[in-house]
């Protein structure tokens, strides 16, 4: 069997007489992490890709190489979750998605229907929108102003305001 990761970073270490403060300086590694690494300690690191790269950096100081050491640490990995959670994987039962409630269901369909409802009533109301509305300025070049209604209307005010100004007031 071969030796646990952190044993083979340690004695790989060792036998080239390199310090874990000279590898924490040269890598920019935190000295307590090396140290996590050395004792297999993994619950001590950041996880997931910062240790496959405290890995790399580790090894590719001391000379090894760090895909196969990457390697041996997933296999590590595995074995310490296997060991803490023996039975985890008889035990576990998928479970089904989780379903929205007819309730909920019909609470959105109301709020929709009601959006949609305040929206119709608004851009019914905006000014030259709905049927059946007058023009904002009646008698300013509409429709209106084209019967004959309103061209006697037109007419009759114009007579209004060709009188002389004082003669009406009288």
Known sequence: MMASLGDELRRQRELRQISLREISDATKINIRFLEA???????????GQFN????????RHIGLDPEKLVDAYMEELQRQESESHPDAGATEVPRAPRRLSARAVLGVIALIIMLAGFGLAVWLLLPGRGRGREPAH????GASSLRPEGIHLQAESMKQASRKPGRADR
Not at 138 to 141: E, S, T, V
């Open 52 to 59: 496959k790269g405290f890995i790399r950096a580790y090894s």
């Open 138 to 141: 009646p008698g300013a070049g």
């Open 37 to 47: 690494l050395e004792r297999n300690d993994f619950t001590h690191l950041p996880g």
